[in-house]
């Protein structure tokens, strides 16, 4: 269980035939506000770009925040839930099994080193470059996901693919020192959008308000919860087909995102 764990401290190619068609790439438009935002908080599957897909939650959460005060503790624990319930993910009861361990230490560098070196065939699948974005660079809060591919029958489209992926566990730890700064319910609303987002190690989401700019300079100016675009892009991510190809996912979003940000989306 992951709680216990993080205790522990040439030549032109011939043309296609005329009656078959080319792969679909889609790229994000690099002048489009939300297809920066969503190409700088997604990541493709093992597979790649080609065949991979983006990763959610297929099963209730149920987090446990440890390292802090007790009173810090539970307020975080109910606060992340209640980010989750606004955006009808459901959190498990409160006797759960772990499956999000958020840690906060004062020597958080050296707790996710150790982590690391303990889970490294666990949680990071003996992936050296996954280790090296956890340990560093020092950073308020890092994170890990633990994703799992499932196998499913090879689809007639070709827009589909084989696979579908989903997140099993997730791994976050909150430096004490450098998280400071921050109000503890605006800390709950970062948590929650980095629990249910496999995010890569340094977000980008072109230039936007977002709660993950939380820790920028100025302080004074972050904002104290998730933003539109963050509760849109959410709401987008648990809509998306899940066994499209990862460009594809990445267009479907974007398509919720707009219709989500306008207020029409069902």
């Known amino acids: 269980m992951i709680l216990a764990l993080a205790l522990v401290s040439g030549q032109d190619a011939a ?49 446990s925040v440890v390292g802090g005060a007790p009173e810090v503790n539970a307020y975080l624990t109910e606060q992340i839930a209640a980010n989750f319930r606004s955006l009808d993910i459901a959190h498990a009861p409160a006797d759960c099994s772990p499956t999000v361990a958020v840690v ?69 730890v909150v430096d004490a020192e450098r998280a400071s700064a921050a109000p503890l319910d605006s800390l709950a609303a970062y948590l929650a959008f980095v629990a249910l987002v496999d995010l890569p190690a340094q977000p980008g989401t072109g230039g936007q308000r977002t ?33 499209m190809m990862f460009g594809l996912q990445q267009a479907e979003i974007e398509t919720w995102m707009r219709l989500n940000l306008a207020g029409s989306a069902p």
């Not at 792969?23 to 994000?28: E, G, H, N, R, T």
């Not at 020092?138 to 084989?162: C, E, N």
């Open 15 to 63: 043309p296609p035939p005329s009656n078959t068609l080319s792969d679909i790439v889609v790229q994000p438009l690099t002048n489009d506000p939300i297809g920066r935002y969503v190409g700088g908080v997604t990541v493709p599957g093992e597979h790649g770009r080609f065949a991979g897909q983006v990763a959610r939650w297929d099963h209730r959460l149920c987090v």
């Open 104 to 172: 906060i230490s004062t020597e958080a560098d050296a707790f996710a080193q150790r982590f690391a070196t303990l889970n490294r065939n666990h949680m990071f699948s003996t992936r050296g470059e996954a280790v090296a974005r956890f340990v560093g660079p020092s950073r308020p809060v890092r994170w890990q996901h633990l994703t799992r591919t499932d196998q499913r029958p090879l689809p007639q489209s070709r827009l589909r693919v084989a696979t579908t992926r989903a997140i099993q566990q997730a791994i976050i």
């Open 211 to 243: 709660i993950l700019s939380l820790f920028d300079d100025p302080v004074a100016d972050q904002p104290r919860a998730m933003t539109r675009w963050d509760r849109a892009f959410v709401r987008a991510l648990y809509r998306v087909t899940p066994d």
